[in-house]
């Protein structure tokens, strides 16, 4: 019984390069979360998606971050261009439905910019 | 959108003694209020829940109290371990459709010094 998987678990990236960032949900789960925590601060919502639909992107800076969740395959946060201040831990979650309030995270991947 | 605030922001207690950590939040639509622990470098992991038609709930040694009229809620642990040690996050939701996201508190440090 898998939990949410993340890979990698360690990123390193110099300024300017792509980051991709992958999330399994767990079995049986179809809608995915996104959260940024930056060294010594709290988990920050960044995007809701569900299969092929994102529903709500509130949290998510309007430049260089973007998110998908195909219909096959894992969810991908992208941040293109990449700066230091996006050197953080992204932790994905999921939930069963989007009524489903319980959420599991992964373990995360911490993005290191340099 | 939705404003979680929680103190203290560190806290330290004796093994044995109680540790409680108070949040408050600003949407009275929020209707789902977990509890997560996050240990140095892993995923945080839930620990207790409360849902807005319940005013408190208990499990061992934690419990979670809701008052939704002022809007706050606080999570009890007795019979503090060292093992309790971690970083403790409140967070709010409104639950459902596109509220289904988390908006976190800002942590507290748990010290049990045993």
């Known amino acids: 019984n898998a939990g949410v998987m993340q890979n990698p678990r360690h990123l390193v990236r110099r300024r300017g390069q792509e980051a991709r960032l992958r999330c399994s949900p767990m079995?049986?789960?179809?809608?995915v979360y996104w959260y940024r925590q930056l060294p010594e601060e709290g988990l920050k919502f960044m995007v809701y998606?569900?299969?092929?639909?994102?529903?709500?992107e509130s949290g998510m800076p309007k430049e260089r971050f973007s998110a998908e969740f195909p219909k096959e395959g894992p969810s991908i946060l992208r941040i293109q261009q990449v700066v230091r201040g996006d050197s953080a831990a992204y932790f994905c979650?999921?939930?069963?439905?989007?009524?489903?309030?319980?959420?599991?995270f992964g373990p995360g991947t911490r993005l290191t910019v340099l | 959108g939705e404003n979680v605030e929680q103190h203290p922001s560190t806290l330290s207690v004796q093994e044995g003694d109680s540790a409680v950590i108070k949040c408050t939040y600003s949407?009275?639509?929020?209707?789902?209020f977990p509890w997560y622990k996050q240990e140095l470098g892993k995923r945080p992991q839930l620990i207790i829940d409360?849902?807005?038609?319940?005013g408190e709930k208990k499990d061992q040694r934690i419990a979670v109290t809701l008052n939704k009229t002022a809007k706050h809620f606080s999570l009890h642990i007795t019979e503090t371990q060292p093992e309790d040690s971690a970083v403790y996050f409140c967070?709010?939701?409104?639950?459902?459709?596109?509220?289904?996201?988390?908006?976190f508190g800002t942590g507290t440090s748990l010290t049990v010094i045993p």
């Open positions: 979650a999921s939930s069963r439905t989007g009524a489903d309030n319980e959420q599991f």
């Open positions: 079995k049986g789960h179809s809608h």
């Open positions: 998606l569900q299969k092929e639909n994102i529903i709500d």
């Open positions: 949407d009275s639509a929020s209707n789902y």
């Open positions: 409360i849902r807005s038609n319940v």
């Open positions: 967070a709010a939701s409104l639950g459902g459709g596109a509220g289904n996201q988390f908006y």
